[in-house]
């Protein structure tokens, strides 16, 4: 059955090989599985194959098993004659068969582990859970190859867990609202990379997203009319925990509260104002009022609601960045603080957190926080979400906090995924005991949405977050950034099929600005073009509004640009070795530069397109002379002739400058 | 403040236009408007632009005119300072006045007249309803336009309202599950192209997607767990009632019974089998006995439940292809028939709908059913579907039923958008009186999802619908094919930034297809490809499960293929006359095809890649000698070369044959 085989070359038959160096250029799984043993073979997929299904488990493996076998079809065009897998032992002859031990719950530790021996012919997938089993099938997808003439498994064996037990994503659905279906197809791509929490920040200034029907004001009046209904939630949970991952809401207080504030402006801590919903980014002051008991008559009721839409025990108040403005502006706070002996707003902060973890308590529920509840006072059953940097993380750790990480997952700032990839929440060479160690739960990620809608929010999200979710999965040793990125190609295609727009939003950004005329030159725009990093692009908050535009060419515009990452390492190569090969793939990019001012041009111009003509016209007037230089003919070109792409346009930086320098010094 | 205009060429000042030759090309308008008279001068887009909204109305004017101002963000980048409206007389000094009489009803016949005067510094917008108000947004969103430096509205004074009341889309949700979010991104596009009826066909063979609490069964064992709540029910149709769009829910019965037969199959025709969810496309046996009071039990409580979620009193009960296979096999249906005197099946029938039709008053349900339904005995009081052909549309209006068109109007079957267009349901030569021809009430597009899926089936509606919505609002003397896709160019762009994936979808298959290779030597060949048409891609409903993929080759073309219909124009201006100009731009496209097949062969082949390969090899084949041809060279090409062009390959057909000929003879 052996075909003629073009994507794998086979390397070796015997050796587990954990941090592979043979076996991660041999197959695309992200994230790298615990242990992998390359075996010789193809298990052929054509129409006849099946899933059978044997043990004891949850139900959700019935639609786990069939979502594989329309993904298997769609990614390859097979006619899978199997639609869907509804009974117990139902193909007992099935190509794969997939063995559980017990149901799974979806909690926090559970067991997520499996096996997977794909050999000519037979594949068994074999877990403890059917949990386990759901990411077995994730990794087997991931096996799926082709050669001329046929569709194949690649065979192998592995066995895989887990290394951190939270692996997750924070989405901000406030700053702006992302409807259901966009939550749901990022649950569907976490699930992909073998992420197994889903973090939902449901409540911020910039508005109110739950429905709490004791409290209609909070959405009537917080939300400009975007918001979740519970049976929108309880439909949310139930797809997530149908994949395997827990949900987790978190409702920011007592800062962050501005939306609250205007449904209910009698619990914030400046009462004579009205306010309105915030249309900036930033810091506001809004603060729940923590000396009455009206505020935790509302946050009770709230919770209350909550409680049993999320069946998670872990709750998350956000806490985070109340610089106490309306507390030391409000002379009763001032005064309850003197009475009871809170010496600052943490003291106070942490009054309110003690007496909002009771309630929480009272209704099952695990206290949640950033990093900036982790005080002195508070009780140590709570986790602490790591942020400002790793530091809360440790001592959490060390004093008995559960803890997870996501200083250095910061997606929304636009930094290259490398950063994130390499930022491991358990250096080496860290402080802590083993059983200390072991507060450290794992890590997420962050989309915070300030500059985010359901456009371009995945391309903020996604391939990103799966170096993150292989960081949090695989082994420590695993980083080999460069094999990653050979192993996302396929990844990103898969999650695409998926439902996931990061690779097609940007056309549609494209398509818009150039009115139906060619994208190309566009194309080859965003394509050395980076969004600015950090909090640059929306400087002080009040550069863009909520309701302004996010269809820009920044917008459309990613991380890691793709020319720009491959031209690096055609410049590197050829300055290493000045060969004719490696001159022609450093010429190919020059090509493409050293007219594109002059193809933006055959565009209709209008005002959006003027403004980003200093990008394309100074890429040009340093391309094209560099391209004449490399062809030999004479080019007026000085090093300070490149200082004039630094500058960034329109809120993008070109992202080839430096490299474009090293060409220059190297010819 | 007459900028130097690009887009448009003032042509006059003073004319009412209504079949306008001149402003139709000028203005992108889609639907095109009962009267447009040319203004000269620009009204300026800004930060500034505000909308005030004075008069009597819905509130429903607010949502829409907040989306309004959203959308102009989105489409021009222009950082508008309001975000939302809110309040009666808000903004009274704002460039946009909206002007309403009263507040609008979301049912058939209401007013949706409107009138638009756009001039310099000053929009006025005035309806009898703030549904009429919605359509004028829509129409003001397309008079959008741009200079080098500014954005600006078209100057323009419009007086506008539908020839038909009843213009929409039925989507199938059965045969492929379509989420949510797919059903309301297409509401969106149904109102940007002032169409007023979402007609959801909620029930037929491959699965049962409504709700019903009674009956729990039908979603438990008839959907697969793809279903509607009667929450995401009425959340769906409170979304169309906001856009002035009318909601018709439609179970399909007594034939396409197969997925109710499969909970409830006591009320079948054939009592002794055990049925399962049709897999295929086609016509099955299936079918409800219309003699046992179960049968209507269990309608009634479909009915009873349904009728409360759906405020418009239309509902539709199908009432298709029963080709009475079963009532024929069974004895007691056949003796029943003899005891009631009902001589054949359409008797039978009618007999059941005349008791389907008392059921449906009692909840205050007008009843509607496709053109077999109409039958002598059946009374007057419903509405015919004209499916079939025209004939039952126009018996219908003159023996006094409401009818409307769908025969035409079939968007599935992939044909070409002009046939659509020019389908008039009131053509001049009818032989309807002036009061029968007005039970003719509008039409439909039908769009039944056999082989489409979320994924495509935005490709398979738009933009062929938007024509049909011309059809259907504008006057019926607005037919210049030409001119309709000229203003098609813009439209289209706005669909996409409603979310309509009709271009994205495209390229999310191709670079599946290509595993993360280069995806433009299959854009050229989509380019030039079209799905087969009519039912000849799946013939006899079994070359193709529901769950088969439809990530294919066929998948990724759409009708009135772009390069095809570019070239179509190009050979003809060339065979008229053989200047240079005509000459190049036929080059262009040979040029591409010439080395199709090269192309092609550079992808890394895949068993997927290798079927579509002798489509590339033999336009190659064909075009690289024909280019040569033109260039002057010798030849060797015949015409009967051409023939292997003709067959059908992986379910498309190469639709540039007939024109290379063309160019060939004329050389």
């Known amino acids: 059955m052996l075909k003629k085989i073009l994507t794998l070359v086979f390397v070796t038959t015997a050796i587990f090989i954990g941090n592979a160096q043979e076996a991660n250029e041999v197959y695309n799984i992200i994230p790298w599985p615990a242990k992998v043993k390359t075996v010789t073979g193809s298990c052929i997929l054509n129409e006849d194959f099946k899933v059978n299904i044997q043990g004891d488990y949850h139900s959700r493996i019935y639609g786990g098993a069939s979502r594989f076998l329309r993904r298997l079809a769609d990614k390859t065009g097979v006619f899978i004659d199997q639609g869907f897998a509804t009974k117990k032992n139902e193909y007992p002859n099935a190509i794969l068969q997939i063995s559980i031990e017990r149901p799974g719950v979806v909690k926090l530790g559970e067991d997520e582990s499996y096996s997977l021996d794909v050999s000519e012919g037979k594949i068994i997938l074999k877990s403890t859970t059917d949990i386990g089993a759901l990411r077995g099938l994730e990794t087997l997808l991931q096996l799926v190859s082709f050669s001329e003439t046929e569709y194949f498994f690649q065979t192998v064996k592995i066995e895989d867990e887990p290394r951190f037990p939270w692996r997750g994503l924070m989405m901000d659905v406030s700053r702006h609202f992302m409807p259901v279906d966009v939550v749901k197809r990022n649950i569907d791509a976490l699930a992909a990379a073998k992420m197994n929490v889903f973090h939902w920040h449901l409540a ?51 800062g962050h509260a501005t939306a609250m504030s205007v449904a209910y402006p009698q619990i914030s801590s400046k009462k004579d104002t009205v306010y309105t919903i915030e249309r900036y980014a930033g810091v506001f002051d809004p603060t729940l009022d923590p000396t009455i008991d009206e505020t935790y008559e509302v946050l009770e009721k709230v919770i209350a609601e909550m409680a049993p839409l999320f069946p998670d025990p872990y709750f998350h108040i956000g806490g985070d960045e109340n610089e106490g403005k309306q507390w030391a502006a409000n ?11 809170l010496k600052d707003k943490h003291q106070l902060q942490s009054y309110f957190n003690i007496k909002l ?21 508070l009780p140590k059953d709570v986790v602490i979400q790591s942020w400002r940097g790793k530091e809360a993380m440790i001592q959490s750790a060390q004093q008995g906090s559960q803890t997870i990480l996501s200083n250095g997952y910061y997606i929304d700032l636009n930094n290259s995924m490398k950063g994130h990839y390499l930022n491991d929440p358990l250096e080496k060479d860290n402080p802590l005991t083993p059983q200390q160690a072991k507060n450290i739960l794992g890590g997420e990620a962050t989309m915070w949405a300030e500059l985010a809608t359901p456009l371009t929010v995945d391309s903020r999200i996604w391939p990103r977050t799966a170096a993150i979710a292989e960081r949090l999965w695989s082994s420590q040793d695993v980083n080999d950034y460069d094999n990653l990125r050979k ?48 909090y640059t692009r929306n400087m002080g908050g009040t550069e863009y509004k909520t309701y302004n535009p996010y269809t820009l060419f920044a917008d459309a515009c990613v991380v890691d640009a793709s020319d720009a990452v491959a031209f690096k390492h055609a410049v590197a190569a050829f300055i290493q070795k000045h060969n004719e090969e490696n001159r022609k793939a450093v010429k190919i990019y020059l090509q493409k530069w050293a007219t594109l001012y002059d193809d933006l ?23 094209k002379p560099l391209l004449a230089k490399m062809n030999g003919e004479k080019a007026k070109l000085k090093k300070k002739d490149f200082k004039v792409l630094e500058a960034p346009v329109e809120d993008v930086e070109i992202v080839i400058t430096t490299d474009l320098q090293l060409l220059f010094e190297a010819l």
Chains 1, 2 share one sequence.
Request: negative net charge.
């Open 204 to 254: 911020d200034d910039q508005g109110w997203r739950v429905e709490i029907k004791s409290l209609p004001e909070l959405t009537e009046k917080g939300s400009d009319g975007f918001w979740f209904t519970q049976e929108q939630i309880k439909d949310v949970v139930a797809y997530a925990v149908e994949r395997g991952i827990r949900v987790i809401p978190e409702i920011d207080v007592p």
């Open 331 to 341: 002379e009763d706070i001032q005064k309850f603080m003197k009475e009871h002996d």
């Open 357 to 377: 973890q009771k309630i929480l308590k009272k209704y099952g529920k695990i206290m949640m926080g950033w990093d900036e509840i982790f005080q002195p006072e």
């Open 487 to 534: 192993r996302l190609v396929q990844f990103n295609l898969d999650l695409e099929l998926l439902g996931i727009t990061h690779l097609s939003y940007r056309d549609v950004i494209l398509r818009n600005m150039a009115n139906g005329r060619n994208i190309m030159p566009l194309q080859n725009m965003t394509a050395i073009c980076e969004p600015l990093k950090g």
């Open 601 to 623: 041009k055959t565009l209709q111009p209008n005002p959006t397109l003027q403004k980003i003509m200093p990008i394309a016209e100074r890429v040009q007037n340093v391309c």
